[in-house]
Protein backbone atom coordinates (compact mmCIF):
# COMPACT_ATOMS: atom_id res chain seq x y z
CA UNK A 1 0.00 0.00 0.00
CA UNK A 2 2.71 2.51 -1.01
CA UNK A 3 3.75 2.91 3.12
CA UNK A 4 3.08 6.45 3.58
CA UNK A 5 3.86 7.38 6.66
CA UNK A 6 0.69 7.13 9.31
CA UNK A 7 -1.24 5.18 6.94
CA UNK A 8 -1.76 1.08 7.07
CA UNK A 9 0.98 0.24 4.72
CA UNK A 10 3.55 1.85 6.71
CA UNK A 11 1.96 -0.53 9.80
CA UNK A 12 2.29 -3.94 7.45
CA UNK A 13 5.96 -3.04 6.80
CA UNK A 14 6.89 -2.38 10.64
CA UNK A 15 5.32 -5.74 11.68
CA UNK A 16 7.47 -7.49 9.14
CA UNK A 17 10.80 -5.53 9.94
CA UNK A 18 9.76 -6.16 13.82
CA UNK A 19 9.29 -9.69 12.99
CA UNK A 20 12.54 -9.81 11.31
CA UNK A 21 14.74 -8.20 14.20
CA UNK A 22 12.98 -11.11 16.45
CA UNK A 23 13.93 -13.97 14.45
CA UNK A 24 17.16 -12.80 13.94
CA UNK A 25 17.59 -12.17 18.06
CA UNK A 26 18.23 -8.40 18.20
CA UNK A 27 17.54 -6.23 21.21
CA UNK A 28 15.61 -3.04 22.13
CA UNK A 29 17.25 0.26 21.99
CA UNK A 30 17.51 2.64 24.78
CA UNK A 31 15.49 1.07 27.15
CA UNK A 32 12.80 0.75 24.89
CA UNK A 33 9.87 -1.61 25.42
CA UNK A 34 9.10 -2.51 21.64
CA UNK A 35 11.56 -2.14 18.69
CA UNK A 36 9.02 0.77 18.03
CA UNK A 37 10.35 4.38 18.85
CA UNK A 38 7.47 5.65 18.75
CA UNK A 39 6.21 9.78 18.41
CA UNK A 40 3.93 12.36 17.25
CA UNK A 41 5.44 14.65 13.96
CA UNK A 42 2.61 16.74 12.50
CA UNK A 43 -0.38 15.16 14.39
CA UNK A 44 0.70 11.75 12.91
CA UNK A 45 1.47 8.58 14.72
CA UNK A 46 5.09 7.38 13.84
CA UNK A 47 7.50 4.90 14.83
CA UNK A 48 11.34 3.99 14.03
CA UNK A 49 11.82 0.51 13.87
CA UNK A 50 15.29 0.06 16.01
CA UNK A 51 17.19 -3.58 17.27
CA UNK A 52 20.95 -3.58 18.28
CA UNK A 53 23.50 -6.05 18.33
CA UNK A 54 25.40 -4.79 21.29
CA UNK A 55 29.57 -4.51 21.10
CA UNK A 56 31.95 -6.86 22.58
CA UNK A 57 34.99 -5.25 24.09
CA UNK A 58 33.67 -1.78 22.58
CA UNK A 59 30.04 -1.73 23.77
CA UNK A 60 29.46 2.05 24.21
CA UNK A 61 30.45 3.00 20.73
CA UNK A 62 27.70 3.04 18.29
CA UNK A 63 27.88 2.32 14.77
CA UNK A 64 24.35 3.29 13.02
CA UNK A 65 23.03 0.81 10.43
CA UNK A 66 20.12 2.86 8.40
CA UNK A 67 17.55 3.03 5.78
CA UNK A 68 13.94 4.28 5.41
CA UNK A 69 11.04 2.16 5.15
CA UNK A 70 8.35 4.59 4.21
CA UNK A 71 7.26 6.06 0.70
CA UNK A 72 4.83 8.07 -0.92
CA UNK A 73 1.59 5.84 -0.54
CA UNK A 74 -1.13 5.71 -2.67
CA UNK A 75 -2.59 8.27 -5.42
CA UNK A 76 -5.49 9.89 -4.58
CA UNK A 77 -6.67 9.90 -8.17
CA UNK A 78 -6.26 8.42 -11.47
CA UNK A 79 -6.93 5.32 -13.36
CA UNK A 80 -4.82 2.20 -13.52
CA UNK A 81 -1.91 1.12 -10.77
CA UNK A 82 -1.93 3.58 -8.47
CA UNK A 83 0.50 2.43 -5.40
CA UNK A 84 3.86 3.92 -5.29
CA UNK A 85 5.31 1.02 -4.36
CA UNK A 86 8.64 2.24 -3.33
CA UNK A 87 10.79 -0.78 -4.19
CA UNK A 88 13.95 0.89 -4.68
CA UNK A 89 13.35 3.68 -2.73
CA UNK A 90 13.95 2.74 0.12
CA UNK A 91 12.97 -1.00 -0.21
CA UNK A 92 15.97 -1.63 -1.16
CA UNK A 93 18.16 -0.16 1.53
CA UNK A 94 15.67 -1.70 4.51
CA UNK A 95 16.20 -5.30 2.70
CA UNK A 96 20.17 -4.17 2.89
CA UNK A 97 20.11 -3.49 7.23
CA UNK A 98 18.21 -6.56 7.32
CA UNK A 99 20.20 -8.66 5.41
CA UNK A 100 23.52 -6.45 7.43
CA UNK A 101 21.74 -7.27 10.58
CA UNK A 102 21.37 -11.03 10.01
CA UNK A 103 24.74 -11.40 8.85
CA UNK A 104 26.67 -9.39 11.22
CA UNK A 105 24.74 -11.35 14.57
CA UNK A 106 25.77 -14.90 12.51
CA UNK A 107 29.25 -13.26 12.54
CA UNK A 108 29.30 -12.56 16.17
CA UNK A 109 32.42 -10.50 16.29
CA UNK A 110 31.17 -6.55 16.19
CA UNK A 111 33.30 -5.10 18.85
CA UNK A 112 31.26 -2.30 18.72
CA UNK A 113 27.43 -1.97 18.90
CA UNK A 114 25.36 -1.89 15.67
CA UNK A 115 22.28 -0.02 15.77
CA UNK A 116 20.22 -1.70 12.96
CA UNK A 117 17.44 1.63 12.30
CA UNK A 118 14.61 1.65 9.61
CA UNK A 119 13.54 5.16 9.77
CA UNK A 120 10.00 6.47 9.22
CA UNK A 121 9.09 9.98 7.92
CA UNK A 122 11.72 10.34 5.23
CA UNK A 123 9.73 11.16 2.68
CA UNK A 124 7.91 14.16 4.75
CA UNK A 125 11.72 15.96 5.38
CA UNK A 126 13.70 12.94 7.63
CA UNK A 127 10.97 13.33 10.21
CA UNK A 128 12.25 9.80 11.80
CA UNK A 129 16.13 10.39 12.01
CA UNK A 130 15.64 13.65 13.29
CA UNK A 131 13.44 12.54 15.88
CA UNK A 132 16.20 9.81 16.46
CA UNK A 133 19.37 12.47 16.90
CA UNK A 134 17.56 14.57 18.98
CA UNK A 135 18.18 12.02 22.03
CA UNK A 136 21.53 10.83 20.99
CA UNK A 137 24.98 12.17 22.52
CA UNK A 138 26.94 12.19 19.07
CA UNK A 139 30.12 11.45 20.60
CA UNK A 140 29.36 8.48 21.67
CA UNK A 141 28.21 7.58 17.68
CA UNK A 142 31.34 6.46 15.64
CA UNK A 143 29.97 6.15 11.87
CA UNK A 144 26.36 6.25 9.69
CA UNK A 145 25.65 3.53 7.69
CA UNK A 146 22.56 4.47 5.85
CA UNK A 147 21.49 2.83 2.66
CA UNK A 148 19.36 4.29 0.14
CA UNK A 149 18.30 2.84 -3.50
CA UNK A 150 20.72 0.29 -4.32
CA UNK A 151 18.76 -1.76 -6.85
CA UNK A 152 20.59 -0.53 -10.00
CA UNK A 153 23.62 -0.14 -11.68
CA UNK A 154 25.09 3.53 -11.21
CA UNK A 155 26.46 5.86 -13.34
CA UNK A 156 30.26 4.67 -12.55
CA UNK A 157 29.08 0.69 -13.89
CA UNK A 158 28.66 -2.54 -12.64
CA UNK A 159 30.26 -3.76 -8.84
CA UNK A 160 30.43 0.15 -7.76
CA UNK A 161 28.37 2.47 -5.78
CA UNK A 162 28.92 5.62 -4.33
CA UNK A 163 28.52 7.85 -0.98
CA UNK A 164 27.40 11.23 -0.67
CA UNK A 165 29.44 13.33 1.19
CA UNK A 166 32.98 11.65 0.39
CA UNK A 167 34.82 14.63 0.71
CA UNK A 168 33.26 15.23 4.35
CA UNK A 169 34.84 12.83 6.71
CA UNK A 170 37.79 9.82 5.66
CA UNK A 171 34.57 7.23 5.63
CA UNK A 172 35.01 7.15 1.98
CA UNK A 173 38.61 6.25 1.82
CA UNK A 174 38.47 3.22 4.56
CA UNK A 175 35.57 1.65 2.60
CA UNK A 176 37.91 2.12 -0.32
CA UNK A 177 40.60 0.22 2.00
CA UNK A 178 38.61 -2.17 2.62
CA UNK A 179 37.43 -3.13 -0.80
CA UNK A 180 40.61 -3.35 -2.27
CA UNK A 181 40.67 -6.79 -4.09
CA UNK A 182 37.52 -7.20 -3.66
CA UNK A 183 36.37 -6.45 -7.40
CA UNK A 184 34.05 -3.91 -5.61
CA UNK A 185 34.29 -0.18 -6.22
CA UNK A 186 33.38 3.10 -4.00
CA UNK A 187 33.08 6.38 -5.77
CA UNK A 188 32.18 10.01 -4.58
CA UNK A 189 28.30 11.15 -5.01
CA UNK A 190 28.32 11.97 -8.60
CA UNK A 191 25.55 14.33 -8.64
CA UNK A 192 27.25 16.92 -6.42
CA UNK A 193 24.48 20.24 -7.17
CA UNK A 194 21.92 17.73 -6.12
CA UNK A 195 22.98 18.08 -2.30
CA UNK A 196 22.36 14.23 -1.44
CA UNK A 197 24.00 14.35 1.24
CA UNK A 198 21.56 16.72 3.17
CA UNK A 199 18.28 14.89 1.60
CA UNK A 200 18.65 11.38 3.36
CA UNK A 201 18.38 10.55 6.55
CA UNK A 202 22.56 9.83 7.26
CA UNK A 203 22.10 14.52 7.41
CA UNK A 204 20.12 13.97 10.42
CA UNK A 205 23.41 12.25 12.30
CA UNK A 206 26.01 14.38 10.38
CA UNK A 207 24.45 17.45 11.72
CA UNK A 208 25.54 16.26 15.37
CA UNK A 209 29.30 15.94 13.44
CA UNK A 210 29.09 12.01 13.13
CA UNK A 211 30.77 10.91 10.44
CA UNK A 212 27.48 9.60 8.28
CA UNK A 213 27.51 9.37 4.90
CA UNK A 214 24.57 7.29 2.51
CA UNK A 215 25.33 4.13 -0.21
CA UNK A 216 23.28 4.38 -3.51
CA UNK A 217 23.60 2.98 -6.68
CA UNK A 218 20.69 4.36 -8.51
CA UNK A 219 21.84 6.34 -11.83
CA UNK A 220 19.56 9.63 -10.69
CA UNK A 221 19.94 11.02 -14.23
CA UNK A 222 18.76 8.29 -16.17
CA UNK A 223 16.26 6.90 -13.92
CA UNK A 224 12.91 6.84 -14.61
CA UNK A 225 11.42 4.92 -11.74
CA UNK A 226 12.09 7.72 -8.79
CA UNK A 227 9.20 8.71 -7.07
CA UNK A 228 6.93 6.57 -9.85
CA UNK A 229 4.15 4.19 -9.25
CA UNK A 230 6.77 2.24 -11.82
CA UNK A 231 9.23 1.61 -8.80
CA UNK A 232 8.18 -1.80 -8.64
CA UNK A 233 10.34 -5.02 -7.55
CA UNK A 234 10.76 -6.03 -11.54
CA UNK A 235 12.80 -2.99 -12.32
CA UNK A 236 15.26 -4.07 -10.31
CA UNK A 237 18.49 -6.07 -10.14
CA UNK A 238 18.70 -8.88 -7.27
CA UNK A 239 22.34 -9.36 -8.22
CA UNK A 240 23.19 -5.27 -7.67
CA UNK A 241 21.41 -5.80 -4.37
CA UNK A 242 23.19 -8.74 -3.61
CA UNK A 243 26.73 -7.53 -4.31
CA UNK A 244 26.11 -4.27 -2.81
CA UNK A 245 25.02 -5.68 0.57
CA UNK A 246 27.75 -7.66 0.32
CA UNK A 247 30.17 -4.84 -0.17
CA UNK A 248 28.87 -2.76 2.28
CA UNK A 249 29.47 -5.28 5.04
CA UNK A 250 32.98 -5.87 3.72
CA UNK A 251 33.81 -2.32 3.51
CA UNK A 252 32.66 -1.02 6.89
CA UNK A 253 34.07 -4.11 8.89
CA UNK A 254 37.30 -2.45 10.38
CA UNK A 255 35.00 0.60 11.47
CA UNK A 256 32.31 -2.25 12.99
CA UNK A 257 35.59 -3.97 14.91
CA UNK A 258 36.82 -0.94 15.97
CA UNK A 259 39.99 -1.15 13.86
CA UNK A 260 39.42 2.54 12.05
CA UNK A 261 37.46 5.35 13.40
CA UNK A 262 36.51 8.00 10.62
CA UNK A 263 37.21 11.62 11.12
CA UNK A 264 34.07 13.84 12.33
CA UNK A 265 31.89 15.59 9.88
CA UNK A 266 32.18 19.67 10.12
CA UNK A 267 29.47 21.89 8.70
CA UNK A 268 30.05 25.64 7.88
CA UNK A 269 27.80 27.88 9.71
CA UNK A 270 24.01 27.36 8.26
CA UNK A 271 25.09 24.50 5.68
CA UNK A 272 23.00 22.27 5.60
CA UNK A 273 20.14 23.93 7.77
CA UNK A 274 16.99 22.56 8.04
CA UNK A 275 14.29 24.50 5.57
Known amino acids: ?34 YRQNFIARDIEMFNVIGVLEGKSRKDEYVVVSAHYDHLGVKEEGTGDLIY ?32 VAFTGEEMGLLGSRHFGKDVNAAQFIAGINIEMIGKNSSYGPKTAWLTGFDRSDFGTIIQKNLKGTGYQLFPDPYPTQRLFFRSDNASLARLGIPSHTFSTVPIDVDKHYHKVSDEADTLDMEIITETIRAIALGTHTIINGVDTPSRVVLKEGEGRRK
Open 85 to 116: NGADDDASGTTAVLALAEYFTALGNNERTLIF
Open 1 to 34: EGRKTGTPGIEKAAQYIESEFERIGLTKYNNLSS
